[in-house]
């Protein structure tokens, strides 16, 4: 048993290493939000992708750091997410309120 946790551990620990080391892992967001931005936006695509489940989303919501269109209407569109909230992320990413829905394009 202690073998088998070993060999695991070292596996794990191998496929990390070389996900760090290859810039897998690295976010190219870090320069333009906090940690806790980052996080705070993808939950909006995750409520979003919840609401909606389409693969559209999924895929885009968080491209260009969450600068971009379907971010923009996912934001609009949850009812869970404070006005002032809303418009706190926006101005963050230098968003406008979408003036159309993105349903449909």
């Known amino acids: 048993m202690k073998f088998t946790q070993i060999v695991l551990v070292v596996i794990v620990g191998s496929v990390l290493n070389y996900g760090i080391a290859s810039g897998l892992f690295v976010n190219s967001c870090i320069e333009k939000l906090t940690g806790e931005e980052y996080f705070e936006f993808g ?12 693969p559209d989303i999924y895929y885009n919501c968080p491209n260009n750091c ?16 404070p006005q002032n909230l809303k418009e706190e992320f926006r101005n963050k ?3 406008k309120r979408p003036s159309q829905p993105l349903v449909g394009k």
């Open 43 to 54: 939950d909006v695509c995750a409520e979003c992708y919840n609401e909606w489940q389409t």
């Open 66 to 81: 969450y600068q971009n269109e379907h971010f923009n209407w996912c934001l609009e569109t949850m009812p869970s997410i």
């Open 93 to 95: 990413l230098g968003l």
